[in-house]
């Protein structure tokens, strides 16, 4: 059974401060890790990963892979009141054909205090 | 704009009244599914489906049932809706040959 485990659950930091979330998996024939932000309601998109070692960015986010250690980390610099949310981790693996199922994570919690 | 329209966003109801949520997608996405999402357990598959009536079971498949008649719908039904199903529901959608999901707005489901 395919495993995704997030941490810290959850995490309170003031503005400014730079956070570091860390998600490791165990999944059998791995595909890709993805990282989504849920504020209010929906899950949105953040990132992608499938290659070891290559930093994917976006503004003050940015995540990294380690594939050989199973985990990867979601880094927020200069954080801001609209960060807090909470942030999901899923894996990917190749289950024949385009079915690519996502196993979640339970989330870390992150609250921004200004 | 491209989305996915999940309807009602809340809905409170009784044990045993059947219900249907709705999803609908304009994307012209082939896979759609729907998960729910309970404190301390994250999201969790219901059903799938990679293509019009081409459905299969998720993880937590029980007392719940689907259809997809068509390719931009995939509607929820409890056919006898339980306490257990309380919930927040999402549905989703992506292209074929991605694993990048597009989620609905959510609904959020009481059951008494």
């Known amino acids: 059974e395919d495993k995704v485990v997030q941490s810290p659950l959850s995490l309170v930091v003031h503005e400014g401060d730079t956070v570091t979330l860390n998600c490791s998996y165990e999944v059998t024939n791995f595909r890709s890790l993805l990282w989504y932000k849920q504020e209010k309601k929906a899950p949105t998109f953040l990132f992608m990963l499938?290659?070891?070692?290559i930093e994917k960015k976006s503004g003050r986010l940015s995540s990294i892979l380690d594939k050989k250690e199973l985990f990867s980390i979601l880094n927020i610099t200069a954080t801001q009141t609209g960060d807090s949310a909470v942030y999901l981790c899923a894996v990917t693996r190749n289950s024949g054909g385009s079915n690519y199922k996502l196993t979640f994570g339970k989330g870390t919690l992150l609250t921004v205090n200004p | 704009e491209a989305q996915v329209t999940q309807n009602p966003r809340y809905l409170i109801t009784v044990t045993g009244k059947k219900l249907t949520v709705t999803c609908s997608q304009n994307m012209n996405h082939e896979y759609m599914s729907w998960y729910r999402q309970d404190p301390g357990l994250g999201l969790r598959q219901i059903y799938y489906s990679m293509n019009v009536e081409v459905t299969d079971k998720g993880d937590v498949p029980e007392g719940y049932k689907v259809s997809r008649k068509e390719k931009r719908n995939f509607p929820l039904i409890l056919e006898s809706p339980s306490p257990n199903q309380t919930s927040l529901y999402f549905c989703?959608?992506?292209?074929?040959?991605?694993?990048?999901?597009?989620f609905g707005s959510g609904t959020q489901l009481s059951v008494l």
């Open positions: 499938t290659s070891s070692g």
């Open positions: 989703a959608s992506r292209d074929r040959g991605t694993e990048k999901l597009f």
